[in-house]
């Protein structure tokens, strides 16, 4: 007996019957078991509003209903209208019927194996074509069962020429690309370029920069200064991108002519209501200091201001809250009144003989250099006692950061660097002692005469500083005297000490040795020499704390040594944010930056900075 070959399904002739509702209900053999609510609602409105554009298939079962194959999200949309309504248009549904389970269970995997999403070219012309018809946004929302942004993203492309819109539809030009050529209202320059990018990886700014290569965006420090909306009073034209926050200014001569305008108004200001001297603009977006040394312009500084008692106090609470990030609109006006108070600001007689100059920096604000004394008024500032004369004697010689106390104890530590590396080295302490006592060194002492001092090497803020235990041993003259330390049998005690060996020995005297030690012993060079040969490392036994050492300087040195540390000038957002710390918040960042791993990293220190902060010294050793 041959075998019976199954039959293969006419869809052709497939027979389509209205099937009530309640009679429809969705086949296992349906694929799409899992669907999303929010979809079939948005599909029910789709439906309800354009009707039922495709029908449904199934497959007849035993008992008459029809078990849904294909359309199960459209059955779903149906029977939600049905439930939200009793008076709707679907008491029957139409339904292709598959011959058997077969050609039922085909159907099912055919249709969801052909669904495609519609590509973006499609969607842009299909949506355009809605649109231009009369359809609102949330309608053709309905229709295509996506959201109203994603449709407004659409049609903002629907006007781009067709030859723009084929090279999207062939691959040959991304979505991004064709984002681009919306900033454009020359068709012939977007074909033009079109033809020159097809198949090409070309960044969406380049083509920007194409379509309007003199156009000057909204971020450019000028447009900041002079504002968008100023310059579209005056008559500027300006292109929108429809899918970002960029801005294009195309009237760059328009734009230069207001920010010059405006900048000159500030300039006048400076003068006319300030009451400075003088007042000078600059194009250019930040100082050239080195110029104005070459200019040998001279620097007023404010006079600083000085709160009251009860104005400290609240100075501190409300920096307290700001730093804690719960200070209130008021509270941070009023903090920034008091640090106003605090920083002072010029007397009328200094703005009577020093200017300005002005200069709009990168973010598009104004930047005020001021205080600034010209050589021809230096000396009626000086008669007017606002400028200090020049010394006879060393006059460009800056004072000194740094007290005499100060310096004298970080003299007393780099001594104990000096001495503690000479208590590895004995072979060349007993060459200095041999230098010391011979003829060599200038001088000739007995052996027996010999009296070993003991120099200070211990700073009077020891916060920070590590002592070597070494250099402790020994009685100092002083000390002998007071305490009466006296050895009944030297005899006996020389015996004792001869026993302990040469390398005891050896240890004894340099340690004996190292302690007496003179700061710069036999001069700078000399001693320098000494320390270098010792291999001596202050920062091994100093660490720079906010107690022994940035409290002890003025906050200006603070700054300055920032600067130096994070390789910048004043200008520097962190540096000017360090600025405007009260003088004890600076020790403590300063303290924190030398110490701190995490400080460093949010100060953006690199490698090499972190590695010569680690060796940082005072320059007042």
């Not at 015996?495 to 302990?500: R, V, W």
Request: proline share 4%; charged share 30%; glycine share 6%.
């Amino acid at each position: 007996m041959t075998k019976q070959q199954p039959i293969q399904a006419d869809t052709t002739s497939a027979v389509i019957l209205q099937i009530p509702l309640e009679m429809a209900y969705i086949s296992d053999l349906n694929p799409r078991k899992a669907v999303s609510e929010a979809h079939i609602e948005s599909l029910a409105d789709s439906i309800k509003r354009f009707g039922l554009i495709h029908n449904l298939a199934g497959l007849m079962d035993e008992d008459g209903k029809v078990g849904i194959v294909a359309g199960g999200c459209r059955l779903r949309a149906i029977q939600l209208i049905a439930a939200r309504s009793e008076s709707h248009p679907f008491t029957t549904v139409p339904v292709k019927l598959a011959a058997d389970a077969a050609e039922a269970e085909d159907w099912a995997s055919a249709e969801n194996a052909a669904r495609e999403d519609m590509t973006p070219a499609d969607e842009i012309r299909a949506f355009g074509r809605m649109k231009s018809r009369g359809a609102t946004v949330p309608e053709i929302a309905l229709a295509f069962a996506v959201t109203e942004a994603r449709v407004y993203q659409r049609l903002a492309l629907a006007g781009l020429p067709a030859l723009v819109l084929d090279a999207l539809a062939a691959g040959e030009i991304s979505l991004g690309t064709a984002k681009a050529f919306t900033l454009s209202d020359d068709e012939a320059l977007t074909l033009s370029i079109l033809d020159q990018v097809k198949g090409q990886a070309v960044s969406e700014s380049a083509i920007k920069n194409s379509l309007h290569p003199d156009a000057i965006k909204a971020t450019d420090r000028r447009a900041r200064f002079v504002g968008v909306e100023a310059y579209e009073a005056e008559g500027g034209t300006v292109t929108r991108d429809l899918f970002s926050d960029e801005v294009f200014l195309a009237s760059p001569a328009l734009l230069d002519r207001l920010f010059t305008e405006k900048l000159e108004t500030a300039q006048a200001d400076l003068v006319e209501t300030q009451g400075w001297a003088w007042a000078e603009a600059r194009n250019e977006a930040w100082l050239n200091y080195y110029e104005l040394d070459q200019m040998k312009l001279v620097r007023l500084y404010p006079v600083e201001g000085d709160l009251t008692e009860e104005e400290a106090e609240e100075y501190d609470e409300l920096a307290d809250l700001a730093n804690g990030g719960v200070l209130d609109e008021d509270g941070e006006a009023r903090l920034a009144e008091l640090q106003a108070l605090l920083d002072g600001d010029y007397t009328e007689d200094q703005k009577a003989h020093a200017g300005c100059i002005i200069l709009v920096n990168g973010s598009g604000k104004p930047e005020i250099t001021a205080g600034l004394v010209r050589p021809e008024d230096k000396k009626a500032a000086i008669d007017a006692g606002v400028l200090q004369a020049p010394q006879t004697t060393k006059s460009d010689t800056p004072k000194s950061p740094y007290s005499q106390k100060l310096v004298a104890d970080i003299q007393a530590i780099r001594l104990a660097s000096v001495q503690a590396a000479l208590l590895a080295k004995p072979e060349l302490v007993l060459d200095l002692l041999g230098f010391g006592l011979s003829e060599a060194s200038g001088s000739f002492e007995s052996v027996f005469d010999i009296r070993l001092d003991r120099p200070n090497n211990v700073p009077s803020v020891e916060d920070g500083f590590a002592r070597e235990p070494r250099l402790e041993h020994g009685v100092d003259a002083i000390e002998y005297w007071q305490k009466g330390t006296r050895v009944e049998d030297l005899s006996e005690a020389f015996a004792t000490f001869c026993e302990t060996g040469k390398k005891a020995r050896n240890a004894t005297i340099t340690e004996a040795v190292a302690r007496t030690l003179p700061y710069r012993a036999g001069g700078v060079e000399f001693f320098g020499l000494i320390g270098d040969e010792a291999g001596a490392d202050i920062r091994k036994h100093w660490t720079p704390t906010a107690e022994n050492f940035f409290s002890r300087v003025s906050a200006g040195h603070l700054v300055d040594l920032l600067c130096e540390f994070l390789d910048c000038d004043a200008r520097d957002e962190r540096v000017a944010g360090f600025a405007k710390l009260k003088k004890a918040e600076k020790a403590e960042k300063m303290e924190k930056l030398v110490s701190d791993p995490t400080t460093q990293k949010l100060m953006g220190l690199t490698p090499e900075q972190k590695a010569k902060l680690d060796k940082w010294v005072p320059d007042c050793t």
